[in-house]
């Protein structure tokens, strides 16, 4: 088990810029989430899958974010036309699913987005 | 609609000090709480959780309850240690779900 891990860490872009984060989570979790954190917050819900199915989206991912998670494993996340106001830490969480339980979500250390 | 609500810190405490961080919150059906804690550059851990009322999650010396009539879910430790310095957050889960709700965190300093 070596835990969620997210690639890149840190991504700094210019405002308009396209950007892709990915997040890989510990192998035996089917269910994966993606949070964005800002400054001083909690964490807020953006998305998340059932394997390769992504079955709810919050209303904070507007149409210039998309993710993805072709093959039930990795997942991306894609900010198209950056603003700064996405500037934010990314997280990634997954975890186990069944039995209409809330198991406990695992984090990865998150990719700080700064949009100049 | 679901809501977490938490005491503001920072909270700056004395080393063996006892330690109260306050967690309230708000939801539809009957939800899990969970206690995460993030230590200086470092992501997210799971400290404690509870899924049904009454019941008590502990781990590292940190307890709190699941007080379903006073919807609160407070974290206690009765001695702090200087490495216990973090940001706390207080979250939930509404079965059916399985996002999470957090609240704001709470810094909580601690002073050898």
């Known amino acids: 088990d070596t835990g969620v891990s997210q690639d890149p860490r840190h991504k700094i872009t210019k405002r308009g810029q396209n950007v892709t984060f990915r997040c890989d989570p510990i192998s035996e979790h089917n269910r994966l989430y993606w949070y964005r954190q800002t400054l001083g917050q909690g964490p807020e819900f953006l998305t998340y899958?059932?394997?390769?199915?992504?079955?709810?989206k919050s209303r904070l991912l507007s149409d210039r974010f998309s993710a993805e998670r072709p093959k039930g494993s990795f997942s991306t996340l894609e900010i198209q036309r950056t603003e700064q106001g996405d500037s934010a830490m990314y997280l990634c969480?997954?975890?186990?699913?069944?039995?209409?339980?809330?198991?406990?979500?695992?984090f990865g250390p998150g990719t700080r987005l700064t949009v100049t | 609609g679901n809501s977490v609500t938490q005491m503001e810190g920072p909270v700056t405490l004395s080393e063996e000090a006892f330690l109260t961080i306050n967690c309230t919150y708000t939801?539809?059906?009957?939800?899990?709480l969970f206690w995460y804690v993030q230590y200086p550059g470092e992501g997210l851990q799971l400290l404690l959780k509870a899924t049904k009322a009454d019941d008590k999650g502990s781990n590292k010396g940190f307890e709190a309850t699941y007080r379903k009539e006073t919807t609160s879910f407070h974290l206690e430790k009765g001695s702090v240690q200087v490495s216990d310095s973090a940001v706390y957050f207080c979250a939930l889960s509404v079965t059916g779900t399985y996002k999470y709700i957090f609240g704001t965190g709470t810094r909580l300093k601690v002073l050898a």
């Open positions: 939801a539809t059906g009957y939800p899990s």
């Open positions: 899958f059932q394997n390769e199915a992504q079955l709810e």
């Open positions: 969480a997954s975890s186990k699913s069944g039995g209409g339980v809330s198991y406990e979500q695992y």
